[in-house]
């Protein structure tokens, strides 16, 4: 008698894919999707969607991308039932093109466009795959006008860091995890060995929640600040019960909520349009903005990219933090200047 063979779970879909096959479905339509329509035909969400089963942790999913790509300054935007007003489940999500594509006085010179192809051709070819095709006639079935086949285009570029890989295996493994750990203002990377918890995505950056050996307590390492190789242990390790990732992330949003900064912007610059599309931002008439932060380095480092567009009026940290940049800059130009 043949044995039964056991359904096997989908293969797990990039986020950098799913987050960049969803914000391509939300462009390909002027009439927007339902939640249940990007759930069940979108790359990276209907692998794992249950036709009458509980999506519950995929909402969630979806609730979190939706907050990762408004983070990135992608305009999303909710329009809302006439018919069914206050229906969370009949809100239409769609990104307006005219708000995300490039203006129209900017063009690019040979050796840009060159420099583009380029950089186009790290991508996967133009044809859609089998499974966008599948997810492009699914979203036609439903009556969404879509424009543009452009739902399955998936990057070949790896945007994780590079410690995800051998974390995710350590904690498949359920084995300690040692690396170098550069924390910011310490003047070189200390050997941390951990017992990894969870692997999260916050904000579009990726933490590690894990037990320090070192302190015997948990703590939480930005992926971004890992310097050098991942090296694991091999004595298997008794996890901790709970529910580690949904504890990280609260511990992060927690955080988030806490620290708000409050800027002033020139108007109508790159750094207003891309501030105040922030989740979570709050726009103070012309020219003053309030967003939350988790990391006050990375913070500082995003502002001080921004120059003479944008200036800090608080916290006192911050404050700090992007005058130390914009100085370490200045004299970096001087010295190159008199070599």
Same mark, same amino acid.
């Not at 989908?10 to 987050?19: G, H």
């Given at each position: ?48 969607? /249950? ?5 519950? %942790? +995929?909402? $969630?999913?979806?609730? !979190?991308?939706?907050?990762?790509? @408004?983070?990135? *300054? ?45 950089? /186009? ?5 133009? %044809? +859609?795959? $089998?499974?966008?095709? !599948?997810?492009?006639?699914?979203? @036609?079935?439903? *009556? ?196």
């Amino acid at each position: 008698m043949p044995t039964p063979s056991r359904k096997q779970s989908p293969p797990a879909v990039p986020v950098e894919e799913r987050l960049f096959s969803l914000v391509l479905a939300l462009l390909a339509t002027d009439a927007g999707l339902t939640k249940n329509e990007i759930l069940s035909t979108v790359q990276g969400y209907r692998q794992r969607y /249950a036709v009458r089963g509980d999506n519950a %942790s +995929l909402e $969630r999913q979806f609730e !979190r991308d939706k907050d990762d790509i @408004r983070e990135l *300054g992608v305009p999303l935007e909710t329009i809302e039932d006439p018919a069914d007003v206050g229906n969370n489940q009949a809100l239409r999500y769609r990104i307006p093109r005219g708000a995300y594509e490039l203006p129209a006085d900017i063009a690019f010179s040979a050796e840009e466009t060159t420099l583009l192809n380029l950089a /186009a051709m790290a991508w996967r070819e133009g %044809s +859609l795959s $089998r499974e966008s095709r !599948r997810a492009l006639l699914k979203l @036609r079935s439903i *009556g969404a006008e879509t424009s543009d086949p452009v739902l399955g285009y998936a990057p070949r570029i790896r945007t994780r860091d590079a410690a995800f890989d051998p974390l995710s295996d350590a904690l498949d493994k359920h084995v300690t995890a040692s690396f170098s750990y550069l924390k910011p203002g310490e003047p070189a990377a200390r050997l941390r060995t951990v017992e990894p918890l969870a692997l999260v995505q916050h904000q579009g950056r990726w933490h590690l929640k894990a037990i320090d050996q070192r302190v015997g307590e948990p703590r939480t390492f930005l992926l971004a600040r890992i310097v050098g190789p991942v090296r694991l242990g091999r004595t298997p390790l008794e996890v901790p019960p709970g529910n580690h990732a949904e504890l990280a992330l609260a511990e992060l949003e927690e955080i988030w909520q806490q620290n708000v900064a409050e800027l002033e912007v020139v108007p109508g610059t790159d750094a207003a349009v891309r501030l105040s599309r922030r989740r979570g931002a709050r726009v103070e008439g012309d020219d003053r903005v309030l967003v939350h932060f988790t990391d006050l380095a990375l913070l500082a480092d995003e502002l001080a990219g921004f120059g003479p567009e944008v200036r800090v009026l608080g916290p006192d940290a911050l404050v700090d933090a992007v005058i130390a940049r914009l100085r370490a800059a200045v004299a970096a130009h001087a010295g190159a200047e008199a070599s």
